[in-house]
Nanobody, 128 residues
Framework: QVQLVESGGGLVQPGGSLRLSCIAS????????IGWFRQAPGKEREVVSC????????RYTESVKGRFTISRDNAKKTAYLQINNLKPEDTATYFC?????????????????????WGQGTPVTVSS
């Protein structure tokens, strides 16, 4: 079964950190670009960060630069999103997605294209 499963979300105080994980199964993730997206309550989904299949290229949306770090370990079939200095406005459900054919410039562009595989999301709540 082709799937992505996110984990690592939770309740954290402002200024705290989390590391989200996205584990792939049922397909060879080595060939896929991966993106992290988030959707806050009552808002549209937005892209956060993207990473190329070999991990050599990354992109971030402006609002998270310097606080979020995307990485991947293809041997573990896992992508990560390290989130530091969390702010209340980071509260959202975080999703990972993968696609073999979409480059990260497009994946992290202003309009999210159709992506082959999506996870079910992991919630992040930033509150004191």
């Amino acid at each position: 079964q082709v799937q992505l499963v996110e984990s690592g979300g939770g309740l954290v105080q402002p200024g705290g950190s989390l590391r989200l994980s996205c584990i792939a199964s049922g397909f060879t993730v080595d060939y896929y670009q991966i993106g992290w997206f988030r959707q806050a309550p009552g808002k549209e989904r937005e892209v956060v960060s993207c990473i190329s299949s070999n991990g050599g290229s990354t992109r971030y949306t402006e609002s998270v630069k310097g606080r979020f770090t995307i990485s991947r370990d293809n041997a573990k079939k896992t992508a990560y999103l390290q989130i530091n200095n969390l702010k209340p406005e980071d509260t959202a459900t975080y999703f990972c997605a993968a696609d073999k054919w979409i480059n990260i410039q497009t994946m992290c562009g202003p309009h999210t294209p159709y992506l082959e595989v999506w996870g079910q999301g992991t919630p992040v709540t930033v509150s004191s």
